[in-house]
């Protein structure tokens, strides 16, 4: 099988990095297509936790080539802090990892434009991580003021640095002018300094240097050699920037429609896409979240779940399965089958529930609205399931599972349309239950 993706189809941090770390395994390369280092995965191997934000999870086996692809928006000095805490533990990056010459780079005056912008929004806040990851999308787009990893190693990149510089100093000027008197952003009144990027560039340049190759051609080869390929999906399709819940989303296309487009292998070469889900639903930031519980029900799953962000550290608000939201995420990515995870975090409760339609404006709909909102107003109407009291944190096989618990993962499989192929029952690999065919 050339080609298996995995993505997230909720808002984001399901638990997606321990299915690539095992299927990494069965696979020879392993590429992150999207986002930035905005996203982050938990990975447990050989006994220890690691947290990674831009290095694709396969980078634990040097047997594996780890590939960033183009799609992705890099910030050097976040990929040499990463790549050297991973170094520091023991694990070896050298030419397993290949980092695409088309990707784009993050410069200081993103992370800038990010808190000025956040703070112009005058509406909820859209949750961004600050980490100029929008900005960096946002010139990528309108290509003048862009810089991507090969113009490093040009000529004319001292010039472009300078003239960009420039340019974005005189953008300052105006935006900081329109900031409320009563917000002040600590350092936004200092200018950029070209010398000082250019300085630091030029040696994150020369470290990058044996990574940087053309991806794009080496995943088209791998594809006509028939390697097995992994898709690293980042962020989760709800936060699609065409398709989730926009503007409460993030800047590219963290849902199925952006694995081709980002890496790219065209589509026919991907035979099966896997969808994770938690047991429950979780978002970080602004934007409508209909089965939130903002009570004592979320604050208690937040607590089981250990909800904070890998990244941000930020508390995630929790709420009941949406399975309206996942049926539609599991649609548009064409899932295949679907990676049920922490299913474990519910032992206890002595029910649960999960959204089987929305009431907007005295409506029944039991699909997922285009516009944020129509969401915002949707009052979810639920279907109750009895809880169960054991602990599954140690169950291995499908059939050990206490019979409420497989009548609710059951009922996800229905309701969502897809079959539930594996259930995660804890962080470590071996809590993983497969589901026979």
């Given at each position: 099988m050339?080609?298996?993706?995995?993505?997230?189809?909720q808002w984001g941090d399901e638990a997606k990095g321990k299915i690539v770390d095992i299927l990494t395994d069965q696979s020879d390369v392993v590429v992150r297509y999207q986002g930035g280092a905005n996203a982050g995965h938990t990975v447990v191997f050989g006994g220890e936790q690691y947290k990674l934000s831009l290095i694709p999870s396969g980078i634990f086996r040097y047997d594996v080539q780890s590939v960033i692809a183009g799609g992705v928006v890099i910030d050097p000095e976040a990929l040499f802090k990463e790549i050297d805490s991973l170094t520091a533990r023991g694990v070896r990056i050298d030419k397993n990892l290949m980092i695409s010459d088309r990707a784009h780079l993050i410069f200081p005056w993103h992370k800038i434009e990010d808190r000025i912008l956040d703070n112009v929004n005058g509406h909820e806040?859209?949750?961004?991580?600050?980490?100029?990851i929008g900005p960096c999308y946002q010139d990528k787009v309108s290509r003048s003021l862009a810089i991507r990893v090969g113009d490093m190693f040009k000529s004319e990149?001292?010039?472009?640095?300078?003239?960009?510089?420039?340019?974005?100093?005189?953008?300052f000027d105006g935006l900081v002018c329109n900031l409320d008197k009563s917000m002040h952003l600590e350092g936004l009144d200092a200018e950029l300094d070209a010398k000082h990027i250019i300085d630091e560039y030029t040696v994150y340049a020369e470290r990058m240097r044996p990574y940087v190759c053309d991806t794009t051609n080496y995943l088209l080869d791998a594809v006509d050699m028939d390697k097995r390929i992994l898709f690293e999906g980042a962020q989760g399709s709800l936060l699609d920037?065409?398709?989730?819940?926009?503007?409460?989303?993030?800047?590219s296309n963290s849902s199925g429609v952006g694995i081709s487009s980002g890496s790219g292998v065209p589509p026919q070469f991907i035979k099966k896409i896997l969808g994770v889900v938690k047991a429950y639903s979780t978002r970080v930031g602004g934007g409508p979240f209909p089965t939130e519980q903002d009570n004592e029900i979320?604050?208690?799953i937040r607590t089981r779940g250990k909800e904070y962000g890998t990244v941000t550290k930020r508390p995630?608000?929790?709420?009941?399965?949406?399975?309206?939201?996942?049926?539609?995420?599991a649609r548009l990515g064409g899932v295949d089958t679907i990676s049920l995870m922490l299913l474990d975090v519910l032992s206890g409760f002595d029910i649960l529930r999960i959204c089987t339609s929305y009431n907007i404006n005295g409506r029944v709909f039991d699909h997922f609205p285009s516009q944020t909102e129509d969401l915002r107003l949707a009052i979810p109407n639920y279907e109750t399931l009895p809880g169960w009291e054991e602990d599954i944190s140690n169950v291995q096989i499908y059939e050990d599972l206490p019979s409420n618990a497989k009548y609710y993962i059951q009922r996800i499989s229905e309701l969502v349309g897809k079959k539930v192929e594996i259930i995660s029952v804890g962080p470590d690999r071996e809590k993983t239950i497969y589901i026979n065919s």
């Open positions: 050339p080609g298996i993706a995995v993505i997230g189809l806040a859209i949750g961004t991580t600050m980490r100029g990149f001292k010039y472009r640095i300078e003239y960009i510089t420039g340019m974005k100093n005189r953008r920037i065409d398709h989730g819940t926009f503007p409460f989303v993030t800047s979320g604050k208690l995630r608000r929790c709420g009941w399965f949406d399975a309206v939201a996942v049926r539609y995420a």
